[in-house]
């Protein structure tokens, strides 16, 4: 990920010595959950909205810095890494450190989601279908052997949730042979969670001619 192109530094960097009546003020005027806090030029966490909003106005960021959060991303850490270093820490700004820990600036998580949204997983054309396995049985490499052995393409394939010893595995397919991935996927033992009209269509037409060979046999 090229931070050149992704980090940001029109927010200057907050410091100790900063009143928090000043900060609550930036809040008004921002977007932003968190605001990086810097001492003598060393990156020493993120302060949060919603803690400052309970601070004294008249007291300096020094006299709360055990309410700093000290995370942060560095500029050559892979989009999907920062992706999760959002979710994991509840902001919508992260801050960007070198390997010398030198603040370099921030990214916004609507930049982050915006590559996410160039991946092929979101933005090509395809079929997503979400099968359910135990979590010690599922194999996404079995997965990708059993879509690809229909001669269909794997676009991304994902954990998107577990509970109870059960893993759902969300997976995107290009639009052709989508029945065909369905039931190889059954026969392997996996539960197919998702909805298709093709795989409706099938099932009457298999409940019809279980009638049909009833109602023949009476």
Known sequence: ?????????????????????????????????????????????????????????????????YALEGFFVRDTDYWLDILESFAQNNSNILPVLDGENEYLGYVELNEIMGIFNETPFLNETGNIIVVEKGFKDYSLSEISQIVESSNVHVLGLFVSKIENDLAQITIKINPTGLNEVIQSLRRYGYNIISQHQEDAFNKNLRDRSKYLDKYLNI
């Open 1 to 65: 990920m090229n931070m050149e192109e992704y980090g940001l530094n029109d927010v200057a960097i907050r410091h100790f010595s900063d009143k928090i009546g000043d900060l609550q003020n930036d809040f008004n005027q921002l977007t932003y959950s968190h605001l990086p806090v810097e001492n003598n030029g060393i990156y020493m966490g993120c302060i949060s909205e919603n803690d400052i909003r309970c601070f004294d106005a008249e007291k300096s960021i020094e006299d709360y810095q």
